[in-house]
């Protein structure tokens, strides 16, 4: 995992020392942050593992996530995060996760 640090929109913490699991290095990374995927490459000894190498990057650095933003925020109106899940996963075919979303919504 590649952290830039100067990223300020995706804050993130070190729980070093503060986990449970004290052993590993865990980082712990604010809601909605956003990962570019590097590689992905199967373990020779383990058919069922895959090694996923990711990259932090947001919308200020990053000029192809910048475009994606906007145009999401163009194309879905407005409304909560609900609603706008909703209209997303409408879009993706996903009827069957829209219609549980717009059940969560007239409720």
């Known amino acids: 995992m590649n952290i830039c640090s100067e ?3 995706s804050p993130f913490a070190s729980l070093n020392g503060l986990s449970y699991m004290e052993e590993e ?3 712990l990374f604010s809601m909605h942050t956003v990962f570019r995927i590097q590689s992905i490459q199967q373990q020779t000894n383990q058919s069922k593992i895959w090694e996923v190498h990711v990259k932090l990057t947001s919308a ?3 000029q192809n996530l910048a475009f994606l933003t906007e145009h999401m ?3 879905l109106e407005e409304g ?3 609603h706008q899940l ?3 996963t409408a879009r993706m ?3 069957d996760r829209t219609q549980e979303i717009y059940e969560l919504l007239i409720l």
Request: proline share 0%.
């Open 86 to 88: 909703d209209q997303l």
């Open 25 to 27: 290095d865990e980082i």
């Open 60 to 62: 200020e650095v990053d």
């Open 80 to 82: 909560t995060s609900l």
């Open 73 to 75: 925020r163009e194309e």
């Open 7 to 9: 990223i300020r929109s």
């Open 93 to 95: 075919g996903e009827y």
